[in-house]
């Protein structure tokens, strides 16, 4: 077991850098070239990361290129396991069997989602979803209505505890609300 840099690893993942149409080709040999690296007696997370770490500085940054090396040694890590997807072909949709390390020959889209379903099969599935969390409302769904100024103001006169709450606000912003004289 290296824990050393391997110079055709890493010369591949800079080929992946700087090379246009065999940016993919190239992660795969790079990934197959560093499965050997990969420890089966650790957790997929654990194994993967290790690897990982020894080759991220080449990467320049790029978190794409990153994310598809990881998934091409996550399938590696697993290589004899079943993993299954949904292939969509122009509209059509077939389903595909077969093992992790026969998932490293597919397309893109395909391999990276072989690799998904490897990691929740291992148990080390990613975060879904993402992005900004739903806050719950207390009053339901937020109806998409608009208030004038004046209406709200108006709602908060009729009662003594909503002219309150005005005063203080007002009292707060350094105005004062006091009622016209007729």
Known sequence: ?????????????????????????????????????????????????????????????????????????????????????VQKSKGVETEWHDTCEAATQLAKHDMRKAAKAAREDMGAGRASGGGRTPRPNANGPVKNVKVSAESAVENLLKSEAGIQSLRDLLRKHGYQLRKVSK
């Open 1 to 85: 077991m290296t824990t050393q840099a391997n110079e055709q690893v890493i010369a591949h993942i800079q080929e992946a850098v700087t090379a246009h149409g065999t940016v993919y080709s190239s992660l795969r040999f790079a990934a197959a070239t560093a499965a050997p690296e990969l420890d089966t007696s650790k957790e997929v997370r654990e194994s993967v990361g290790e690897v990982l770490g020894r080759y991220t500085e080449h990467f320049d940054g790029d978190h794409n290129l990153k994310a598809i090396f990881t998934d091409f040694l996550t399938l590696h890590y697993a290589a004899d396991a079943p993993v299954s997807i």
